[in-house]
């Protein structure tokens, strides 16, 4: 057990470290949900109080793009796309698929019309659309004034050489066709799910996605065949954050010598999903000359408004008094792993350990007739160097030997996308082609000075994103490592990797997917000396090969 403090502060919140059981673990206390409890006898919010799919590409300029096939990124200029900045062009100045019909002959471009409201329409002319097995392929219906094109157009008809006849009018009576108004940034959505009322057959790819990267107003043209006939349909929607920073710690109660600035920063470990940097400040009086105690607001404010609040009682003294500390009683339950298999009957179940340097030399041997069917043993860790575990190889070794299925994680700090390709290739180095039971484990919970990496949460999914396609390369996959409160408030997921949640009860009630569930720090097994930590395995949900 290993309790890390602020010097600064009377009273702090922390995050509790637990350092010698193969992970580290910092949520101890996670059966009080958003509440941490410190050593001093607080207790503060943790949390804010509040591949391969198609993608659309914000359009930059204004040549005809992409066919919109499944598979394919949807280059710039495909008239399905715009933003603020490069907004969809007026349709009587452009072909049937709002862009410019390079070529077209005054005959030869299909006719478009706008409606009172401003919502753009137009009717595509001799447009082909089609989902076989979830691929959609469309010709974007540009006449170019070839005569070979099959179709001429006149006035606000287009009559194909297969007999059938688009017409440019109004909007189709009874037509449902809207799309959201808000997205949030970084969402990850399809054009199915911008869709919210539709009673025609959109012609496009409905599991495209969405490209939710830029906050601002966007355009998007939905393609659509009402009643024989083909139109389209733009709609505007707004990329929005409406999500407040985390704060991950914080302290409530400080003292601050007589002249000292106040800054509110020192005090306080946060992250935003969107902004890499948000402002620290507070609101209220304070007058660091004059001794007494002042209450005040403080908070941690992103690039879009949105803010998260705490309560902070600053105490100025012409002498900092120093805390005595307090003792620390280890009361944890010690579980023995042959209990495991009573206590968890689930079908398909497989009992195992995971293990670093600080479990020492272990007899593996002892373990696995002990009834351990798995063990995950630190490869390295990374904090300003990337070192390999100093019982690694030992481990790898010995296990193997005693019939026991392994795997690997990293212990990492990383927070660029190419230092976790870098790391990642380490992995690979170190294995030179080990064959694993288990996907390669990625485990980042710096949370205390998470600020430090001037990165948003969303980065830190992209870091883990481009840990495990780099693994990919190599025929390896990852595995995403985290606690419960964690998972919930910071990593996304939206590739569905495989996750291994650490939560320290006896039944957990996170909803999210897992395969495998760290349960305890405080296992005991025979082979180990000390502590270990023990792990659930479910086989029914494994989804690597």
Request: glycine share 10%; hydrophobic share 35%; with cysteine.
């Amino acid at each position: 057990m290993k309790l890390k403090r602020w010097a600064m502060a009377l009273t702090m919140c922390t995050a509790v470290g637990v350092t010698g059981c193969g992970l580290m673990q910092q949520e101890k206390y996670e059966q009080l949900p958003n509440l941490i409890e410190t050593s001093a006898g607080e207790r503060s919010l943790a949390e804010s109080e509040e591949g391969g799919a198609e993608t659309l590409a914000p359009v930059e300029t204004g040549a005809a793009g992409g066919t919109g096939v499944s598979g394919e990124t949807l280059a710039p200029g495909d008239g399905l796309f715009y933003t603020k900045d490069n907004p969809a062009p007026s349709l009587s100045e452009s072909g049937a698929d709002g862009v410019s019909a390079t070529g077209a002959s005054a005959t030869g471009t299909a006719g478009g019309n706008a409606s009172a409201d401003g919502t753009t329409q137009a009717v595509e002319k001799n447009i082909t659309a089609s989902v076989v097995d979830g691929t959609s392929t469309a010709n974007d219906g540009v006449s170019t004034g070839d005569a070979t094109d099959g179709a001429t157009t006149a006035g606000d008809a287009s009559t194909a050489n297969d007999g059938t006849t688009s017409e440019t009018s109004q909007e189709p009576l009874g037509l449902e066709l809207e799309c959201m108004k808000e997205v949030t940034v970084y969402s990850y959505m399809t054009v199915g799910d911008l869709i919210t009322d539709c009673n025609v057959t959109v012609e496009r790819n409905l599991d495209a996605i969405l490209d939710t990267n830029e906050i601002g107003e966007h355009t998007i043209v939905i393609p659509y065949n009402y009643q024989g006939k083909l139109y389209r349909k733009s709609f505007t929607y707004e990329i929005v954050d409406n999500e407040a920073p985390i704060l991950f710690t914080y302290s409530r109660n400080i003292q601050l010598k007589n002249g000292w600035a106040f800054d509110p920063a020192a005090y306080v470990s946060y992250g935003d999903n969107a902004d890499p940097s948000p402002t620290v400040g507070y609101s209220g009086h304070l007058d660091t000359s004059t001794n007494g105690t002042y209450a005040v607001v403080a908070y941690v404010e992103d690039a879009s408004g949105n803010r998260s609040t705490w309560n902070m009682n600053i105490n100025v003294v012409n002498t900092i008094q120093k805390s005595s500390g307090s003792s620390y009683t280890d009361t944890r339950t010690r579980i023995p792993f042959s209990s495991l298999r009573d206590t968890y009957t689930d079908e398909g179940l497989e009992y195992g350990i995971d293990v670093s340097k600080w479990q020492g030399n272990i007899d593996f041997e002892a373990v696995k007739n002990a009834g351990c069917d798995f063990v995950i043993m630190r490869i390295g860790h990374h904090g300003t160097d990337l070192t390999m575990d100093t019982y690694y190889e030992q481990n790898m070794k010995n296990a193997k030997a005693a019939g026991l299925k392994v795997g690997v994680y990293l212990y990492t700090t990383d927070n660029t996308e190419e230092g976790a390709r870098e790391h990642a290739r380490w992995i690979v180095e170190q294995l030179d082609g080990a064959s694993l039971d288990f996907p390669i484990v990625f485990d980042w919970e710096n949370w205390e000075d998470f600020q430090q990496y001037g990165i948003s949460l969303h980065e830190l999914n992209e870091v883990f994103n481009a840990f495990h396609d780099e693994l990919a390369k190599y025929g390896y996959s990852a595995m995403l490592y985290s606690s419960k409160n964690y998972l919930e408030k910071v990593w996304t997921n939206v590739h569905k990797h495989p996750v291994w949640l650490a939560n320290y009860v006896s039944q957990t009630e996170y909803a999210g997917d897992y395969v495998m569930w760290q349960f305890s720090s405080c296992g005991r097994i025979d082979g180990i000396a000390g502590d270990v930590d023990l792990d659930l395995l479910y086989t029914d949900r494994i989804t690597w090969e």
